[in-house]
């Protein structure tokens, strides 16, 4: 399938080689990439043994396309015209510049051509057009992929004249959307450094793993509450600032004939920032990103990076009062550092903060009361005791990526000293957990809980805290014991997890039930945290003294 | 004396901080250079400007007569480098990655092949030519560079620490296959931090610290300045570092402190 993409790429030599393009060199860049490209899914998409399939290209192809069905339903079910044409571009936009951002910085920054390509005799013209062409490839495929269901239906519902508007719109979506990223891109890198970029890239990768499960969980709930027969749309200033509604108002123009002011604003908005932006981008800020992009490997490395001493010293005194002096205190320590610092490991845990408010605002507009009446009788329900709940999931993804580390190989400390309960290891790594992720997490649901539950749900919220840590204590102790950091990513083994699976859910269903039932009676649940104190330091001191033939290795 | 095939006049390069200052150096055609220093000293940045990597830099570079600024594209086109890191796309098998790099040179798929394979047999990674390069050692790695760094007959060879993670018996052959390369007429420009490979092997040896060139002659020169007996002694005289002997005994004192 490579070479099915190369052929089509053969047909545009021409083009390249009048832009001064070395058309030999930049295939076999391409080739090179994409055949790289397509090694990489395959481990991560698949188990080891296999063998690599020649349709890759298709495959992908066909993922996305499912992922398109999601927006063609949209586009087929909403009568609202421009309201479902304003959606589907928004989706497609920020699919791409979130493709852009998180698969693509790792290409645009890398610094391996700088070792690999850059000494060999390749102009950097060629070079950089063939990472963009790199670049058009992918995103051209998941674009195709996203829209191929939703250009059946445009083609249904509004004939072939406005599908060919249609995706002539898409295209320059593509364009709009590379222009922005781009431009965004220049904008930070000339205002920080390499390391600074790179954290700002992993934020968007967390908030893109959010976004996406929001998206599928809120967006159909809450066009299912939006009363979209008698919706009317009337363009309003800020909507000259969002690029999906020129491209979604230039269509109505076309598709209703409609040629006003705003509308003739829109459409000219559509049409011309895409090809000033791509004149732009090839004038002015290739130049200067090709420069900066050659200096990243060499100039920065150099660059240490200091950490602010006193954030550490709030840390040192938390780690005074809750662990014993020695290897519990040196664990915890480490492994709170490292939660603030290792990207791979925030990106894998972070999310979880934002997944408690999706799934809270999922379960908010569960019943189908509006959603004014909803917020009005929240107070009187015991609605917060699910926030407080939800708010779990921070520690238990945390607990199931904590094993995992890029530096595993770094754990050989562990097996070097001498070490004769590595429990203390354990115990300080969920103590880790619990301080340094599980509990800003929760002091913003308490704010959020006793602003609208007032000060009655104080007690809730204090029982809740001892019985989240307590249910870390029971998963920690009944999961698999396994030292941090000290297990490569990629060779997960899930077998057995699936009767403590269940296990766990009943005990923190069980939990969860209790505080439910005792709520329900004043002061009771006060009167039941030093039962819950008594469980938490006796399960404590038992998952402490963890023995070596415990562990899971 | 021939026409020198490297010159630099006042070379100098400012990140932040100054990394290189007013180097000045001179390379006849078929000299081996060891160019030696301390970590951070401007050894690779020396080279990476050579080699094009660096394109903005002060004064003044030529390599085989043509000037670094203007002909960088024809320079590249007739030296090889091998970089410090080993850095290759290792999700691909050695021999993919050599056509890849013989074709970034447009050379002959066929001819590449055929010496890609010849090449990798000699360095008894025969075995591994359709092997992922993911489960290679560093010493695999660093044998499948030098191949990429020399498999279009380069008439200067830039070596960035070429040696590391080879074992002993590869550090013989790369020295004999340097030796001979310079038989053959070739301009070898050599940084390493193995001292007595860098003194068996150059004609001239180069010493930078800090980015300033502070020592250029044979070993037999330099050493009649210093009368140190060896390279690594002439070496940590010359970089300003003579307290090791109290320096190790500070160590192990601190380690025995109470």
Redesign the interface.
Known sequence: MENFVLKILDMFQGLFRLIGVNY??LR??VA?KL??DN??QI?AYQSKGKKEPGTAFLTTLLIYSLFGLFIAFVLYALPSFILSMIMFFSYIMVMIAMTLITDFSSILLDT?D??????????SRTLFAARLTHIMLYLGQLTLGLSLASIIVVVFKYGLFFTLCFSLGILLAIATTIFLTNGMYLVIMQFSSEEKLKNIINYFQIAMAVLVVGGYQIVPRMISRLDVANYTFEIQWWHYGLPPVWIAGSLEAIQENTFDLPHITLLTLALVIPVLGVYLVNQYLTPVFN?KL??LG??TE??EIRTKSEKSRVMVSISKWITTAGIERGAFEVVYKILGRDRKIKLKIYPAFGYIFVFGIVFLIQNKQDLVTTFRELPTTHYHLMLIYLTFMILQVALHEIPYSDDYKASWIYFSAPLNRPGEILSGTIKAIFIRLFIPGYILISAIVLLIWGVSAADDLLFGLFNNFLMLLIIAAIGKRQLPLSLAANIRNQSGNIARGILMVILIGTLGLLHYLLARIDFILIGAIPIQLIAIFLLHAHYKKTTWHQLTL | MSAPVITTRNLSKTYTERVLNNINLDVQPGEIIGYIGPNGAGKSTTIKILTGIIPDFDGDATVLGLDVRKDILEIKRQIGYIPENAALYDTLTPLEYLQFIGQLYNLDSTQIERKAKELLQLFELGNYTDSRMTTFSKGMRQKVLLIAGMIHNPAILFLDEPLSGLDANAVILVKEILAQLKLSGKTIFYSSHIMDVVEKISDRIMVINKGEMIANGTFQELNAQAHSGSLEKLFTELTGNTEHQSTAGQFINILESK
Do not use: C, E, F
């Open positions: 030999k060199q076999a860049i090179i055949m790289m090694r990489r481990i391996s700088n070792t690999i390509i850059l000494p060999r005799p390749v102009d420069k050659g200096s060499s100039s150099k660059r």
